[in-house]
């Protein structure tokens, strides 16, 4: 089956954060968590290089349009590298094949009457590159996000009609409870939906914002940042030409932070609509990280966390699966050094001592050689039956913020599990004794079988780590799938590997 993941395109007037690592992280994970299913993935990510920010931070920075986008845009596509991320596609909105559709469907809807142009004066504010409603402000007449005054301007633009289409949203989320997960983010759009919609903003004068897609019909105005912006998720498809957009994008899923919901889930399906394509498969919405106590990240606290910083210290598998891991559902959730490293010894205790163990006493023992024809007992059989089934219910699922969090649990539980298996078999004891070394071949065939079946799940959060893990275990397969089978180790020879998380100090 073909299935389409995408991450919001970032904007390049900053450098990417934990919060862009995290969404790009989890669209990787899910591809690789597809893939193993068989499913032919297609991830798109990218670069959103218009609007007025962008324009403002590059005539700050002195540079030439084009060096300035390219610098940035290469600033994500760095630490994306870094990462292990493997999109498919990296989408630059400066590039000619996205602002080709955009213009096409631009004038497609304005042909239609769908687009029609009227003069309003409201509040602006910057930092937002939005109109603001007295409503939206904070008891100041601030904007809650910036801190700051809008101005109030009185400019013509062009409008996007949306009421006209707001019961058919809200019939569409009700019949559809899965379209936005979690659940709590669809209530929102039900009650954002209660109201009657204004007309969408779809311009900027360019007397004011020059970076930005010319509109067909009016060279004096450019496309307002999300009606270009959004578009790129069927640009990117090369939607209008290509044969296959249909079936990638019948299972389609945006990841997105939860700041961009009311354009990803109330203008992005109506502007679909409009443009006569279904919405996206599915919305996965997740909250911010925050720094350690619930404190908000910022540079005068000084608890930032920096991606690159994190790869530096402990590389990046541990960052991935810390995100993964400590993400919960509804509410934000917390990120720091010291919760970082937590979660380091953890890894390092429960999978990494337990590999280096079994392997050395295999290596001692055994000259190496994966005990072959062992008839497990009971006990043995449980410990192997109970993770693989664990690993096999999850990949069933769709993917999905639980889903992502499911597999990491499921793969420290099945950790735990293993580590107090070996301990109450106490290996090392029964090596000792001529009279038990069948169990002690037993006891060590479980947990050398039970860590490959462990590597295999733990692929799409830690990719390096699984390949190590089954190469120490002579099982390793350059494509992994997801399946299962208990008692599937093979003959063959350990090889003692190296730390996979060496002491941090
Ligand atoms: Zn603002």
Known sequence: ??????????????????????????????????QMKGNDVFFSTGTDEHGQKNQ?????????????????????????????????????????????????????????????????????????????????????GLCPDHKKAPKLILEENYFFRLEPYREWLREYIQLHPDWIKPQNYAKEVLKMLEEPLDDLCISRPKSRVWLGIELPF???????????????????????????????WANSYHLLAKDILKPHCIYWPIMLKAIGIEPVGKCIVHGYWIGEGGVKMSKSLGNVVDPNEVIDMMGVEPLRFYLINAMSI????????????????????????????????????????????????????????????????????????????????????????????????????L?????????????????LDA?????????????????SILKSLSADNEKLTAEFNPKALGVGKVIVPDPLFPYLG
């Not at 904007?11 to 790009?24: D, Q």
């Not at 999109?87 to 029609?116: A, C, N, Q, W």
């Not at 860590?451 to 733990?458: D, G, H, V």
């Open 1 to 34: 089956m073909k299935k389409y993941i995408t991450t919001p395109i970032y904007y390049t007037n900053g450098a990417p954060h934990i919060g862009h690592a995290y969404t790009t992280i989890l669209a990787d994970v899910f591809k690789k968590f597809e």
């Open 56 to 140: 403002h931070t590059c005539e700050a920075a002195g540079l030439p349009i084009d060096v300035f986008l390219e610098k940035q845009s290469g600033l994500f596509q760095a630490v994306f590298d870094r990462m292990g991320i493997d999109y498919d596609y990296f989408v630059r909105t400066s590039g000619e094949p996205h602002k080709e559709v955009v213009r096409s469907i631009l004038t497609d809807l304005y042909d239609r009457g769908m687009i029609i142009k009227k003069s309003y004066e409201g509040l602006y504010c910057e930092g937002c590159e939005q109109f603001k409603k007295e409503s939206d402000l904070d008891e100041n």
């Open 218 to 248: 009016d060279k004096d105005f450019v496309t307002y940042i999300w009606f270009d912006a959004l578009i790129n998720y069927i640009s990117t498809l090369k939607f209008g030409s290509n044969p296959d957009f249909n079936s990638y």
């Open 330 to 429: 509804s509410s934000d959730s917390p990120i720091s050094i010291s919760l970082l490293k937590q979660g380091y010894k953890q890894l390092a205790n429960a999978l990494g001592n337990l590999q280096m163990r079994v392997i050395k006493m295999v290596d001692k023992n055994l000259q190496g050689e994966i005990p072959s024809d062992v008839s497990l007992l009971a006990e043995d059989m449980e410990v192997l039956e109970s993770v693989s089934k664990s690993f096999a219910d999850v990949y069933k699922k769709d993917i999905d913020l639980e889903t992502a969090i499911e597999l990491s649990d499921c793969i420290m539980q099945a950790c735990n599990k293993l580590n107090m298996y070996f301990a109450n078999n106490e290996p090392w004891g």
């Open 431 to 447: 090596v000792k004794d001529e009279t038990k070394m069948e169990r002690f071949k037993q006891v060590v065939y479980t947990t």
């Open 451 to 467: 860590l490959r079946l462990i590597a295999t799940a733990i692929y799409p959060l830690m990719p390096n780590v699984a390949h």
